[in-house]
């Protein structure tokens, strides 16, 4: 997808990349090998920039070929389930963390430096996370250490509510932005857009936390509009 051929891009600064492109759809850029999942699993990091109902699949294949002492960390949007998944069914010789970038090809403009990422470690030592972390800053990201249920709260009401109302906002007919707030939602609709349907579905199904966001929504637009004087 768009996130993973734009982080295999800034990581092939830094790294020799390998990409497993399950779909044949990765147009191969110099610098950027494409490789077999047998081969990946001969790496010493592997990120699996997957969509999270693809992870667990995904997982199972790569289970039987990895070497000892590989880490593998996911890219999902979602921390609680993919963590549960990674501790089932990968073998305890590696280690496994999740992360989650807080950026997109859009919001990083080319480039890595200055942006965030979120690390929920799993099945991995102090000593393995500082080495993570230590590639993580030379790409020039700040990393943050979270748990799984607090990264998902945090995403539900932040990335799965904005990804809510970018997709309802364009039935309302929202015109050319005029002022700052009508700007706003504006970049918020594009913003939507942009991403796949697959991430917006994604974040609800599997974020037990986000379930609730619809209703909540609904329940306090409700209640701002019972406050408003009728004639």
């Avoid at 010493?44 to 289970?63: D, G, H, M, N, T």
Wanted: proline fraction near 6%; aromatic fraction near 6%; charge should be positive.
């Amino acid at each position: 997808g768009r996130f993973g051929r734009f982080f295999a891009h800034a990581l092939k600064k830094h790294a020799r990349v390998g990409v497993v492109d399950v779909r044949r759809i990765l147009a191969i850029e110099h610098g950027v090998e494409c490789i077999s999942l047998a081969e990946a699993a001969e790496r010493e990091l592997i990120f699996l920039a997957v969509p999270v109902r693809s992870l667990q699949s995904v997982l199972k294949a790569l289970a039987p070929v990895l070497k000892r002492g590989t880490i593998v960390a996911d890219l999902c949007a979602v921390k609680e389930e993919p963590l549960a998944w990674m501790r089932a069914i990968l073998p305890t010789k590696v280690s496994f963390l999740g992360t989650h970038p807080l950026f997109g090809p859009d919001s990083a403009g080319g480039t890595l430096g200055g942006s965030s990422i979120v690390l929920c470690p799993g099945r991995i030592s102090a000593a393995r996370l500082r080495t993570v972390r230590r590639f993580l800053s030379r790409l020039g990201l700040t990393s943050h250490r979270m748990t799984p249920a607090a990264h998902d709260r945090q995403i539900a009401s932040t990335l799965f509510l904005t990804q809510l109302l970018g997709r309802s906002l364009p039935r309302l007919s929202v015109p050319q932005p005029a002022t700052p707030n009508a700007q706003a939602l504006r970049r918020i609709i594009d913003s939507s857009a942009r991403d796949s349907r697959e991430l917006f579905e994604d974040l609800f199904l599997y974020n037990r936390h986000a379930q609730k966001i619809p209703a909540r929504l609904i329940e306090e637009l409700q209640r701002t509009f019972n406050r408003i004087p009728h004639r």
